[in-house]
């Protein structure tokens, strides 16, 4: 449909909540603080967020450029930081 302003809107709308979102989680991880089991696939969001704003960047700039590469590393480097902790999600102490 040629419409970029809108999606853009979104896309920053998007980032923004995800930074909020992003260090209230991110603070949980080196502390031994575990979050009740009924909120673990809230960690999910980690991955998921910069993943699919790295599948939006490419629809909206048609291209797998640097930015949409950006968010997929980052995407990546969460899951891995996560996986190396599973102990957290398996409720040990």
Do not use: C
Request: cysteine-free; overall charge positive.
């Amino acid at each position: 449909m040629g419409l970029e302003e809108g999606p853009m809107f979104f896309f920053a709308v998007g980032l923004a909540y995800y930074l909020v979102l992003f260090v209230t989680l991110y603070q949980r991880l080196p502390t031994n603080e575990t979050l009740p089991k009924e909120l673990h696939p809230v960690f999910f969001l980690f991955v998921a967020a910069p993943a699919i704003a790295s599948m939006a960047w490419t629809q909206l700039y048609g291209s797998f450029d640097i930015g949409s590469r950006l968010y997929f590393f980052i995407s990546l480097f969460l899951y891995f930081s996560l996986v190396v902790r599973i102990n957290f999600f398996r409720g040990f102490k």
